[in-house]
């Protein structure tokens, strides 16, 4: 089965920048497209990026410019590359694997910005 990991959060200023990694523990065939979603207190979860197999990328308003989502298929990971780091993007990130049977999630990373 399986799993997908997330790493790369913490505690960062405002105006930083952090680095999440989502790597999978085994090949994931048939990929449609890598997501990262985050989850802030008191709030549903919302997409942040996603990633097509060919490389089309989409980003939540609320990041454009600021976020680049990108994979690395031959090391079965998905990056998350977020800069100028604001208070509002504190929340869980979960990053997820979409595939023709079905989606895969991991257990999510806190990113946590302070003021």
């Known amino acids: 089965q399986v799993q997908l990991v997330e790493s790369g959060g913490g505690l960062v200023q405002a105006g930083g920048s952090l680095r999440l990694s989502c790597a999978a523990s085994?090949?994931?065939?048939?990929?449609?497209?890598t997501g990262w979603y985050r989850q802030a207190p008191g709030k549903q979860r919302e997409l942040v990026a996603t990633i097509t197999s060919f490389g089309r990328t989409n980003y939540a308003d609320s990041v454009k410019g600021r976020f680049t989502i990108s994979r690395d298929n031959a090391k079965n990971t998905a990056y998350l590359q977020m800069n100028s780091l604001k208070p509002e993007d504190t929340a869980v990130y979960y990053c997820n694997a979409n595939t023709l049977e079905s989606d895969y999630w991991g257990q999510g990373t806190q990113v946590t910005v302070s003021s």
């Open positions: 085994g090949r994931i065939f048939s990929v449609r497209a």
